[in-house]
């Protein structure tokens, strides 16, 4: 079960951190990641980060401004989220499954192939 926080409402500019904790055992490989859907727009990819840690991918509109990181001692994957501007208005889920270690990035970076979901959590970037 994945439960995701950290939503809120932030001047362009801010910053915010999103946590998604997952409950019950976790395999390594398993791959968590973060998509977000605006209003009237389809679900797209922002991050995953590997179990292991040795592999993360950034989608490119949010790259430099957004980093992964997971703390295995406490089973949470994090999204930090800096210089945030309107467009990354959206809800925010987090998402995880199996994948073996030699799974192409166009596997991972697509919510079709994720089985485990959290529940959302709205960022809303506004003045």
């Known amino acids: 079960q994945l439960q995701a926080s950290g939503g809120g409402l932030v001047q362009p500019g801010g910053s915010l951190r999103l946590s998604c904790s997952v409950s019950?055992?976790?395999?390594?490989?398993?791959?968590m990641a973060w998509f977000r859907q605006a209003p009237g727009k389809v679900r797209e990819f922002v991050a995953y980060?590997?179990?292991?840690?040795?592999?993360?991918s950034i989608a490119d509109s949010v790259k430099g401004r957004f980093t992964i990181s997971r703390d295995n001692t406490k089973n949470t994957v994090y999204l930090q989220m800096n210089n945030l501007q309107p467009e990354d208005t959206a809800v925010y889920y987090c998402?995880?499954?199996?994948?073996?270690?030699?799974?192409?990035?166009?596997?991972?970076?697509?919510?079709?192939?994720?089985?485990?979901w959290g529940q959302g959590t709205q960022v809303t970037v506004s003045s």
């Open positions: 019950g055992p976790i395999v390594q490989d398993y791959v």
């Open positions: 998402a995880a499954d199996r994948f073996v270690r030699s799974q192409s990035i166009q596997v991972l970076i697509a919510h079709r192939n994720y089985d485990y």
């Open positions: 980060i590997r179990w292991t840690g040795v592999d993360t």
